[in-house]
């Protein structure tokens, strides 16, 4: 198998310096509109990708959980909901 460096800082400061770029001189609302829009077809694209890799494995239930789901299921995400008194 071969290894893929990935260089996180460098990806997010490039991907924000873009955003900066793109988003210099729009008004509060048009930036709110832009994360909401790109949000939405980021969001599309995860579920498209879900739905892809559930239909290549048997899936238990007619639902498709999602991350959250998941999480909240294992004893992780259980822990974390205790309350600290």
């Known amino acids: 198998m071969k290894r893929t460096k990935l260089h996180a800082v460098e990806m997010v400061r490039r991907i924000r310096d873009q955003q900066t770029e793109k988003l210099a001189d729009k008004t509060p609302q048009e930036v709110i509109a832009f994360f909401r829009r790109v949000g939405k077809a980021s969001r ?16 238990l239930t007619s639902r498709t959980s999602t991350d959250a ?15 600290v008194q």
């Open 44 to 59: 599309q694209a995860a579920g498209a990708s879900r739905m892809n890799r559930s239909r290549s494995r048997l899936s």
């Open 69 to 83: 789901d998941d999480f909240m299921r294992s004893s992780a995400g259980r822990s974390s909901m205790t309350r």
